[in-house]
C-alpha cells in the first residue's frame, strides 16, 4: 500500500483574498488568489506540532498544474477542477465568479481537488504536484520547462473527432459509453434540481407572508389575537429555513458535479486508448502495404494498381538496379516499422494495463462517494421533514388556541 | 337566548373531545338537538333549446311540527338559491344572510360545468341551506321551508307572488334618498365599531386569500418539477450497477414525496381556499347588513329632521316616528345578535380550518419523514453487511 501524500502532509486551501494585477497580455484584472497552507503530519510519540506553510495561487495555476498531470499521465483518471464558472444556477444563487458564495464553494473544490491528487497512488509522488504545493515563486517555469505541451496531444482536444479504429478494446468502449451516459444524466439530474430548489424556496417564503397578515388581523380580534399573533411568529421561522436548507443542498449538488466532470476525465483515458490503438493500426496498415510492395518488387507480379505501376508499363520498365534499390529502402523502412510496431504495442499494452488499474480504482471511489453523497442527501431530506414537523406542530398549538 | 346558553353548558354524558367542543359551537343546538338535516348532492344536468342548467337534489329529513312530512326530496337550480337569499334578505335586513358561490368563477382555475367547478358548488350550497337551518331566526323563514318542500311547479308559482322586483327597487331608492349621512351621524358607536372592524378584517381576508392561492400556485410548480425529479434517478441507475438500488431507492422516494405533496395542494384547494373565499363574500355581506341598518336608520332620521320645524305635525306624525323608530330598535337588536352569532362562528371555522392546513402540512412532513428515514435503514444495513463481510478473512 503506497504511502500517499495525503498521509504525511495536512493540505488546506483555507482563505481567498480578492487581488487586482496584470495579466500576460498588461492589461489590469481583477482575479481571486487562494491560500493554500501545508503541514507535515507528525507522528504521535513527536508530540509537536510542525510549522504551516502557505503560499497563494490562483485558479489559472490549478489549471496549469491539472493540465501538465493529465498529459504527463494519460492513463490516470486525474481528480476535476471545481467548474470554472458558476453553472446550474438557481435564481436566489449568483452567477457572478465574484460573489462570495461562489467563491467558497471554490475554495472547497480545490481543496477537495488537492486532497484527491494527494491522496491518488500514483498522482501524489509528482514532483511538480509537490511544487505546486511548495514552491512559491518560479513554479509556472519549472513546469513549462517539462516541456508538457509538446507531448500533449491536440487530437485528445479534439472530442468530437471521431477515429475509425478496427479493433478496440471493447472495455474502453463500454467505458466511453458510461461517461457520455453519466454526463448526460448527472447534468441532467443537476438542471431540474436547481428548478425543484427554486419552486421550493417560493413555497417556504411566500408563508413568510402569513406573519404580516396575521399579526395586522390580530390587532382587531380579542380572542384570537394571540393564537394569530403568535401563528404568525413560526409562520416567519418557517419561510426563513429554508435558506439553510438549500445551502446545504449546494455541497450535494457540488459533490455530483464532481463526478460531471470526472466523467470528462473518464473520456480522456478512453480516448487517449483510442487513439494509441489508431496509431498502431495505422502503423500496421502502412506496414503490410509496405511489405506488399517489397513483395511485388521482389517477385515482378503487381497485385495493386498503383500510378507507379502503370507509368512504369508505360514508359517503360525499371532497371533491376534501380528496383534493386528501392527493396533496400523499403527493407530498411520494414524493419523499422517492425520496431515501432513492437514498440507501439508494447506502449498500448501497457498502458491498457496501467489505465484499466486506476479505473478499476476509481470505480470504487466513485461508488463510494456516490452513495454516501445519496444518503448525505437522504439525511438532509430527513432534517427538512424534522424542521417543517416542529415548526407546524407548533403553529398548530397556537391555532387551536384561536 | 336561549341557543346560546346551550352552547355553553356541557352534559356530563357527552364526551368532552375537542370536535364534539367544536360541534357545539358550530351548531346552535348541538348535534343531537337538531330537527332539521339537509343535504344538497346529485348534480344533473338539464338541457333545452334555450339554455342548459345544473339542478341539485336537496333532501330535507326533520321532525319539526311545522312541516307536513317528515321527510323531503325535490330538485333546485342555482337561480332558485338566488331567489331564496334575496327572499331571505328581504325579510331580513339587517340579519346576516349566509353567502352563495358566485354565479361564475373567473379565477381560471377551473371552467364552468367542469366536474371541479360542480362540485365546489354543490358543497357551497350545501353550506349555505345548513347555516340557514342553524340560524335562529331564519330556520323558520317561511320561504326558506317552501325552498325545500316545494315541487318545481309549486316553486315557481310561489315565486311569481308577492312585492315585485320595481317595489323593492323603488324601497332602496327612497332608502337612499334619505340622507345616509345623517344615518352615519346618529349611528351608536357599537355599529361604527362593526364597520371599522369589518374593513379591517375584509382587507386582511382578502389578503389572506390572495396568500393562499399563491402558496398553492407554488405548490403546484414545485409539484411539477418534482414528477420529473424522480424518474432521473431511475434513468441514471441503469447505468450503474453498485449504486442502482441506492438511486432507484432514492426515486422512489422522491415519488412518494411527490404525492405527499398532492395531497398537501388537495387539503389547500378542498379546505382552507373554499372558507377564506366564504368569509370574503362574508364581509361584503356585512358590509351590506351594516348599511342597511344604517338606511333604516337614515329612514327614521329624516323624518325626524323633516318634521323638526312643525311643531304641530309632530304630534300627528309620532305614530309614525314610533314606528320608525321601533323599527330602528328591532333592527339594532337583530343585528347585534347575529353579529355576536357570526363572530363566534367565524373564531371557530377560523380555528378549525387554520388547525386543519397545519394538520395537512404534519401529514405531509410525517410521510415524507417515513419515507427518507426508510430508505436510510435500508442504505445502513448495506454498509453494515458490506463491513462484516470486510472483516472476515
Known sequence: MEDCLAKKMEITVSEAEKRTGRNAMNIQETYTAYLIETRAVESQSEGQCAPVDSLWRRYSEFELLRNYLSVTYPHIVVPPLPEKRADFVWHKLSADNMDPDFVERRRIGLENFLLRVASHPVLCQDKIFYSFLTQEGGWKEMVNETGFQLKADSRLKALNATFRVKNPDKRFTELKHYSDELQSVISHLLRVRARVADRLYGVYKVHGNYGRVFSEWSAIEKEMGDGLQSAGHHMDVYAASIDDILEEEEHYADQLKEYLFYAEALRAVCRKHELMQYDWEMAAQDLTSKKQQREELATGTVRTFSLKGMTSKLFGQETPEQREAKVKVLEEQIQEGEEQLKSKNLEGRDFVKSAWADIERFKEQKNHDLKEALISYAVMQISMCKKGIQVWTNAKECFSKM | ?393
Open chain 2, 1 to 393: 337566548d336561549a341557543s346560546l346558553t346551550e352552547v355553553n353548558s356541557f352534559s356530563p354524558s357527552v364526551p368532552i373531545s375537542p370536535s364534539s367542543m367544536m360541534n357545539q359551537y358550530k351548531f346552535e343546538d348541538g348535534p343531537e338537538l337538531r330537527d332539521l338535516f339537509i343535504t344538497v348532492d346529485d348534480p344533473e344536468s338539464h338541457i333545452t333549446a334555450i339554455e342548459t342548467f345544473i339542478t341539485y337534489r336537496v333532501v330535507t329529513k326533520t321532525s319539526r311540527g311545522e312541516f307536513d312530512s317528515s321527510e323531503y326530496e325535490v330538485r333546485r337550480r342555482y337561480q332558485d338559491f338566488l331567489w331564496l337569499k334575496s327572499k331571505l334578505e328581504e325579510a331580513h335586513p339587517t340579519l346576516i344572510i349566509p353567502p352563495l358561490p358566485e354565479k361564475f368563477i373567473m379565477k381560471g382555475m377551473v371552467e364552468r360545468f367542469s366536474d371541479e367547478f360542480i362540485e365546489t358548488r354543490r358543497k357551497a350550497l350545501h353550506k349555505f341551506l345548513n347555516r340557514i337551518a342553524d340560524h335562529p331566526t331564519l330556520t323558520f323563514n317561511e320561504d326558506f321551508k317552501i325552498f325545500l318542500t316545494a315541487q318545481a311547479w309549486e316553486l315557481s308559482s310561489h315565486k311569481k307572488q308577492g312585492p315585485g322586483l320595481l317595489s323593492r327597487m323603488g324601497q332602496t331608492v327612497r332608502a337612499v334618498a334619505s340622507s345616509v349621512r345623517g344615518a352615519v351621524k346618529n349611528r351608536p358607536g357599537m355599529f361604527t365599531e362593526m364597520n371599522d372592524y369589518m374593513e379591517t378584517f375584509s382587507q386582511k381576508i382578502n389578503l389572506l386569500d390572495k396568500i393562499a392561492h399563491r402558496i398553492y400556485k407554488e405548490e403546484r410548480d414545485y409539484f411539477n418539477e418534482m414528477k420529473e425529479y424522480g424518474p432521473i434517478h431511475t434513468l441514471w441507475s441503469a447505468s450503474e450497477e453498485d449504486i442502482a438500488d441506492s438511486l432507484k431507492g432514492i426515486a422512489s422516494c422522491i415519488d412518494r414525496c411527490c404525492k405527499a405533496t398532492e395531497k398537501r395542494m388537495a387539503g389547500l384547494s378542498e379546505n382552507l381556499l373554499p372558507i377564506l373565499h366564504e368569509y370574503i363574500l362574508y364581509s361584503e355581506i356585512l358590509m351590506g347588513v351594516l348599511r342597511r341598518r344604517d338606511q333604516i336608520q337614515g329612514e327614521l332620521d329624516s323624518r325626524v329632521d323633516a318634521l323638526a320645524n312643525k311643531k304641530t305635525e309632530k304630534e300627528l306624525f309620532s305614530e309614525e316616528i314610533g314606528k320608525l323608530e321601533d323599527k330602528v330598535e328591532r333592527a339594532n337588536n337583530a343585528l347585534k345578535a347575529d353579529w355576536d352569532r357570526w363572530k363566534q362562528n367565524m373564531q371557530c371555522d377560523m380555528r378549525s380550518t387554520f388547525t386543519n392546513v397545519a394538520e395537512n402540512n404534519l401529514r405531509f412532513y410525517e410521510e415524507c419523514l417515513a419515507t427518507w428515514e426508510s430508505f436510510l435503514a435500508s442504505q445502513t444495513v448495506d454498509l453494515h453487511v458490506e463491513e462484516d463481510s470486510e472483516d472476515r478473512p
